[in-house]
């Protein structure tokens, strides 16, 4: 089960969507990027937010948006505790309720939207129906109260990595290996290194693992087995899995896929 501190929604009927509590939560989270678009609020204390380019201190009835795949962090500061709301949407069923969607990462602080984002999570976490649920997310996507000031400027466009890119959202197992990627590209494997980080923030090795994580996370869902999870992603092993995955996720494998 997942720490008493941290609870977890989803619905199989309402695949677009999850959501997060966390109260007292003292978990950290490595620079870490995902499929889904994330909408947050600080309930209590202060977060550590960093992104490529940027950072700031969140306070309470803060809220932030992130786009789908950008590398971040967020964590309580040192030797304290805080209490978040996150919400992780499909980005195509966003786009379809909210129009074309900022490719930066926005902050606001509006009471407005901070009591919107939680009357939101109220329902998601209550006993109402899922259309009830389906239609209180899109009410609050389409509204837009979520929408903020750009933290950052939009990532650059680095077309000439694509490939690297493409090859490296390869989850399985047989995906080539980091050398034989920069070979591929006609670099030594410090040269891709290093013009990868400078353009997404992350080097390959990490981006790599997100997307297993971030594929991890739908088979657990499906409630595929730890150990062939591990096994097909290309983990050295369970225990490597388990470490990888706590670190991006804040809980572990198992507790993910039971949520509470």
Known sequence: MP?????????????FAESRRATDSRAC????SHSTWSIGVVDRGRSDFSC????????PGTLISIPAWLPHACNPLPGRTWGYQMLYLDPGWMRHWAGALPTEVQVC???????????????LFSNRAPDVKAAALAAFVSEGLWRGEPL????????????ARRWLAEPSAEAPSIPAL??????SRYQLTRRFQDATGMTPHAFRLDRRVDRARSLLRAGAPLSQ????????????????????????????????
């Open 3 to 15: 720490p008493a501190s941290a609870r977890l929604w989803r619905d199989p009927r309402l695949p």
């Open 29 to 32: 989270y490595r620079p870490h």
């Open 52 to 59: 490529p380019g940027a950072g700031r201190i969140l306070e």
């Open 109 to 123: 602080r509006n009471v407005r939207a901070y009591a919107g984002f939680r009357r939101l999570n109220d329902c």
């Open 152 to 163: 950052a400027g939009p990532p650059p466009t680095t077309p000439d990595l694509e490939p």
């Open 182 to 187: 920069a070979a591929r590209l006609g670099l």
């Open 229 to 260: 999870v591990a096994q097909d992603l290309g983990f050295a092993d369970q225990s490597h899995f388990q470490r990888v995955f706590k670190e991006r996720v804040a809980m572990t494998p198992g507790a993910y896929r039971r949520p509470r």
